[in-house]
Every structure is written in structure tokens, then in C-alpha cells.
């Protein structure tokens, strides 16, 4: 199994990005997105399960949103509203049954 990420990049404070996740293999039950900034914990951002059901952490809800098309078997995550506590590296997650797969990080950077 591969995710591969892209999308990240350097914006200003109020800007948007849009990630995107594409994987290999049959479709995932659950996809979704972590970050981690420096000196911190790896934490959810967003998931969304194959039924199209979204799970958003606190701090991204209203700026943030996700979604997939399990035909390419994609997971998408719109960003706007950016703010510089956005910034960390973000990482594809997918689940299958018991397995768990991650993705290469990409970089999103929020200037003030």
C-alpha cells in the first residue's frame, strides 16, 4: 500500500491550500489526515469514512474540510482561514479492518 500526498506549501495567514492523499489498493474503511508540528505530538486534523461521514478536531472545525472520492481512492482536505498554528507537517492516514498505513508528510507553513 502507497499514499501519496500533495498540496502542501508556504501561504499567508487567511490563505488556503488544498492536500491531496491518493492511494494504491482496494478502497480503505476510514481516510483522513494528522499533523504534527515541531516539538508536538501527532494529532488528528481529519477523517472521513467510506460511507462519507467526517470527523474534524476542534481547532479546524469551520475552516477546514474533508472529502474523498473512493473511485481514484483519494482523500482531499480544503484548508482556508489558514492560521500560523496550522503549521506542521501533515500526514495521509488510511485504515483497512486492522491495518493502518500513513503517508510521506507534506509541509504546510501559515506566515503571519
Known amino acids: 500500500v502507497q499514499l501519496q500526498a500533495s498540496g502542501g506549501g508556504l501561504v499567508q495567514a487567511g490563505g488556503s491550500l488544498r492536500l491531496s492523499c491518493a492511494a494504491s489498493?482496494?478502497?480503505?474503511?476510514?481516510m483522513g489526515w494528522y499533523r504534527q508540528a515541531p516539538g508536538k505530538q501527532r494529532e488528528l486534523v481529519a477523517v472521513i469514512t467510506i460511507d462519507g461521514i467526517p470527523n474534524y478536531a476542534d481547532s479546524v472545525k469551520g475552516r477546514f474540510t474533508i472529502s474523498r472520492d473512493t473511485a481514484k481512492n483519494t482523500v482531499y482536505l480544503q484548508m482556508n482561514s489558514l492560521k500560523p498554528e496550522d503549521t506542521a507537517v501533515y500526514y495521509c492516514?488510511?485504515?483497512?479492518?486492522?491495518?493502518?498505513?500513513w503517508g510521506q508528510g507534506t509541509q504546510v507553513t501559515v506566515s503571519s
Open positions: 492516514n488510511a485504515r483497512r479492518l486492522a491495518s493502518i498505513y
Open positions: 489498493g482496494s478502497a480503505f474503511n476510514v
